[in-house]
């Protein structure tokens, strides 16, 4: 019996160490929508504790934190959170309410109670789980100790605009608000077929009496406070208190009886706060009781997002935080008045679906380069449309135009012939669903397109892959106006010249079929607007712009500011880099934006742009960094992705060092100020 | 004896609002620029005349244009081109409605910005009403250190001026590199008259070898620092 026991003590302790040492991402609910993982390990081994504080300090979110959450520390080591571990924070969305939760991992021994929650109303435990309640009811928090569960939301007060829901809540409707359609109605139809078993009728009998016990609540509401306030407010207004006449002017003799009844308008505005404050302390009353049912599910979700890979960032070292977004579409119509859409215009915006399903966002630390990565999932029929639009490959020519000192690049590669046979698709497929009435006039649309144009023919007129650099800058002679004065100081105006630094450019682009261009600019020159010398066409500066050249060699066509650029590439004498990296990476992806941020200070400076005083600073820091880079990929094994990046100075033992120093000192300087 | 207090000089004062903006624009930049202001005061022995007033920036026109795109530098909002105009006909109306100004012209040039105005003055009386109006419609106390006189009786012409140390205050604010802008920065005053100069006090101030104008050209940070003046008596032959 007693080897019984040990047995079962070793078990138990063993299970217990490895519980808390484990990743909390096991408490992620399978149906949340959004999760934010903090990659604490990540985080604090390419930066310190010292930093983090001091940033945070300068940021004023300690006192902040202190003022909202009765927490009262100078130091993140005060919160006895584990930093060794992960932390989340997620979001699940249903039609009715939105939860919010926090998972902090939590030091052995810790005194959490004594730090945060302080004031928090005590709740039975569960599940092995001390509970607290904030003093609004609208937050709840649950510990043990290996973790700290926060969960909090709020209602989506745009599902009560349902009549037959706003009925079954006693939500008082206003008549505009009766026949706004709501978009989801059908689903939830549907949802109630499916959930018409004994489960959902044992949960209707709780909701009726929930229903009950919001109703009472907002009823107690309306009379205790509601009317108590109203009374003290009129009761407490000085009717008979004089006016002064001579504050208001006598000529302004406005007929207030005839125009405007504020009996009327009194009791209507009055009447309408009546309602908004009695339907929001059913709505408020409501979510507290949801909160609190669905509490204890969620602190220890059936169903959890462990295995998915995607949220999982076990070993990678580089990634500080991860955004992963379920569904990225939904997000994105979130964002859109899809109610006020749907009722002024009839366009079903809730049926808009370009295709994006999951998210991720990653901040990566690499080195002295921070990165903000991302990679959204397509669904098939999009990726399909994408992938041939994102297919071409450029132009290997370019490469013999490479200018050896450039400020930074642009390049583009677009199959232009794909992306006009694909229009009808992605138009009638993006679109298309919204209203029957714009089905019809996108069919007739998209098939005047594909009758009109040939695509074939346009993309030979531009295949679709640009490369535009901009260049040093180049002195040039610019004529100005000055005044010469003769022996009696009678002044003539003469014009004068002088050397001026200007930005110069040049873009180049592939067409097989050069006929268009070359007419159009034909016609330019018979027209004055340009000139056509040495197989050169020169567009005529228009105000306080430079002469712009065109030359066309081979199957290519290229654009530039600078003449004598432009005449090297003619006479077979162009200098091109000869940096194989960069030839590599102009073709490495589907579009992209590099700048050599380091040149930016003596480049304004040469071209004597004004800097506002407030950034000079910043500009002069800006010689120290490295390449600024925006970058799209195309479309692979069914995601599309793209990079946003920046070389930091190498001052600091990584990016993420100096990034907080940056702040600190920005901080400090407002501070200043 | 018709000496005549004469009140400050309108033409100085219609450009302030201007010179400052343009001023105060530049000297947000590193370099050194350069502008002109010109002014032409045609004299007539019985105290009418013209004036003609040019602010030359073509040869900074390239910077003048790339901080027109900008809507504010260093809190000084850089007012559009249809702002400016706007003002511009503002002000024309105001000398329009003037007693004893009249062919008022103007014209402001955004491809080389060069702006110009001008007008005839019956009296240099006439000049000082319309200085004042203009002065109250710009907010400017320019009145307060810039004035003429001009006696009839005696063919003198006197310009008085005071140093406003506020302004060279202000600049010593700028960093030494923006002070730079004004390196090469003008102001050149002409005054012409129909009868020969007999003497000029100023001793920077030349007399025309016909003798019927007086020619004073001042660099711009002279002027701020209190190291130039352009106070003057220009007497002419009777």
Redesign the interface.
């Known amino acids: 019996m007693q080897l019984k026991y040990y047995i079962l003590l070793s078990i138990s302790l063993f299970t217990g160490l490895l519980s808390f040492g484990q990743d909390l991402i096991t408490r992620i609910p399978a149906n949340a929508d959004l999760v934010v993982s903090f990659n604490n390990p990540a985080i604090f081994k390419h930066s310190t504790f010292e930093d983090v504080n001091e940033m945070l300090q300068h940021l004023d979110v300690f006192s902040s934190m202190n003022a909202d959450r009765e927490i009262d520390i100078k130091d993140i080591r005060e919160i006895d959170i584990d930093y060794s571990r992960n932390a989340y924070i997620y979001k699940s969305s249903s039609d009715s309410v939105h939860y919010i939760g926090v998972i902090l991992p939590l030091r052995k021994d810790h005194q959490i109670t004594q730090q945060i929650m302080r004031k928090w109303t005590d709740l039975s435990p569960s599940q092995g789980y001390q509970r607290r309640i904030s003093s609004d009811n609208k937050m709840l928090g649950a510990w043990n100790d290996n973790m700290l569960f926060l969960f909090f939301g709020d209602i989506n007060t745009f599902y009560f605009k349902n009549s037959a829901i706003a009925e079954r809540y006693g939500i008082q409707l206003s008549p505009y608000e009766v026949d706004a359609a709501y978009p989801w109605t059908e689903t939830d139809a549907y949802a109630y077929e499916d959930y018409a078993t004994a489960d959902y009728i044992e949960g209707i009998a709780d909701s009726v009496a929930m229903v009950e016990s919001a109703v009472d609540t907002a009823e107690e509401f309306y009379q205790d406070t509601l009317r108590d306030s109203v009374d003290t407010y009129w009761e407490g207004y000085d009717f008979d208190m004089e006016v002064d006449s001579a504050d208001y002017d006598s000529d302004f003799n406005y007929d207030w009886e005839s125009t405007y009844d504020s009996a009327y308008s009194d009791s209507t505005y009055q009447a309408e706060q009546d309602r908004i404050a009695y339907n929001k302390a059913i709505q408020d009353s409501l979510f507290q009781q949801w909160l609190l049912r669905d509490f204890d599910s969620y602190l220890l979700p059936a169903q959890n997002l462990s295995k998915n890979k995607q949220i999982q960032l076990k070993g990678k070292n580089t990634i500080l935080t991860r955004v992963w977004i379920k569904d990225l579409d939904d997000v994105y119509k979130s964002f859109l008045p899809l109610d006020a859409f749907t009722s002024s215009y009839g366009f079903a915006l809730s049926n808009l679906n370009y295709g994006y399903q999951d998210a991720i966002f990653d901040f990566v630390q690499d080195g002295h380069t921070l990165k903000l990565s991302s990679s959204i999932g397509l669904d098939k029929e999009v990726e399909n449309m994408l992938k041939s639009v994102y297919s071409s490959k450029y132009n290997r020519k370019f490469t013999n135009y490479v200018p050896e000192n450039h400020l930074g690049y642009m390049t583009l590669n677009v199959n232009t012939e794909a992306f006009i046979k694909q229009l009808p698709n992605m138009m009638n497929r993006w679109y298309g669903g919204m209203s029957y009435g714009i089905l019809d006039v996108m069919d007739i649309l998209m098939t005047s397109i594909e009758i009109t144009f040939d695509e074939k023919a346009i993309s030979k007129v531009m295949r679709g892959d640009h490369v535009l650099f901009v260049n040093d800058v180049q002195k040039i002679t610019r004529e100005y106006t000055d005044y010469e004065y003769d022996e009696n100081y009678d002044y003539k105006v003469v014009t004068k010249t002088k050397e001026e630094q200007v930005p110069n450019f040049l873009w180049m682009f592939t067409s097989e079929d050069q006929r268009l261009f070359k007419q159009i600019l034909n016609y330019g020159v018979r027209k004055g607007e340009c000139t056509f010398i040495g197989d050169i066409y020169k567009l005529e500066a228009a105000r306080n712009t430079d002469s712009v050249y065109i030359y066309f060699k081979d199957d290519m066509v290229f654009v530039g500011n600078n003449l004598p650029q432009i005449a090297s590439i003619r006479d077979n004498n162009f200098r091109s880099s000869g940096d194989s990296k960069l030839k590599k990476e102009l073709f490495a992806n589907t579009a992209s934006l590099v700048v050599h941020t380091q040149r930016i200070p003596e480049v304004l400076r040469s071209l004597e742009v004004p800097i506002i005083k407030s950034w000079n600073r910043t500009v002069q820091n800006l010689g120290k960094y490295g390449d600024m880079q925006a970058k799209m990929q195309g479309i692979r094994k069914g995601r599309i992705s793209g990079e946003l990046s920046l070389d930091f100075p190498q001052e600091e033992k990584n990016a993420l060092g100096y990034l907080l120093k940056q702040i600190k000192e920005q901080a400090e300087e407002s501070e200043n100020r | 004896m018709t000496r005549q207090r004469q009140h400050p000089i309108s033409r100085v004062k219609f450009w302030k609002k201007y010179i400052l903006l343009f001023c105060a624009?530049l000297s947000?930049?590193?370099?050194s620029?350069c502008f002109?202001l010109?002014e032409q005061v045609d004299m007539k022995t019985d105290g009418s005349g013209a004036i003609k007033a040019t602010l030359?920036m073509?040869?900074s026109?390239?910077?003048v244009?790339?901080?027109m795109k900008?809507k504010s530098?260093?809190g000084i909002n850089i007012p559009s081109e249809a702002t400016i105009k706007k003002e511009m006909e503002t002000a024309v109306k105001l000398l329009r409605n003037t007693t004893g100004i009249s062919n008022v012209q103007y014209n402001l040039d955004?491809?080389?910005y060069?702006a110009t105005i001008s007008c005839d003055f019956q009296s240099i009386n006439a000049l000082n009403d319309f200085t004042k109006t203009l002065s109250k419609q710009f907010n400017s106390q320019i009145t307060s250190y810039n004035s003429y006189e001009f006696n009839n009786n005696t063919q003198s012409f006197k310009r008085n001026y005071t140093y406003m140390p506020s302004i060279g205050k202000e600049f010593s604010k700028l960093s030494a590199e923006d002070r730079k802008i004004f390196d090469e920065a003008y102001y050149?005053n002409?005054v012409?008259f129909n009868s020969p100069v007999k003497s000029s006090s100023h001793q920077e101030a030349?007399i025309?070898?016909?003798r019927?104008?007086?020619?004073l050209k001042v660099k711009a940070t002279d002027l701020i620092t209190g190291k130039a003046n352009l106070s003057n008596q220009i007497t002419l032959t009777k």
């Open positions: 624009v947000c930049m590193a370099l620029s002109d010109v030359n073509s040869k026109r390239s910077k244009a790339s901080l900008l530098v260093n955004f491809n080389n060069i050149t002409i012409r030349k025309a070898s016909n019927k104008a007086v020619f």
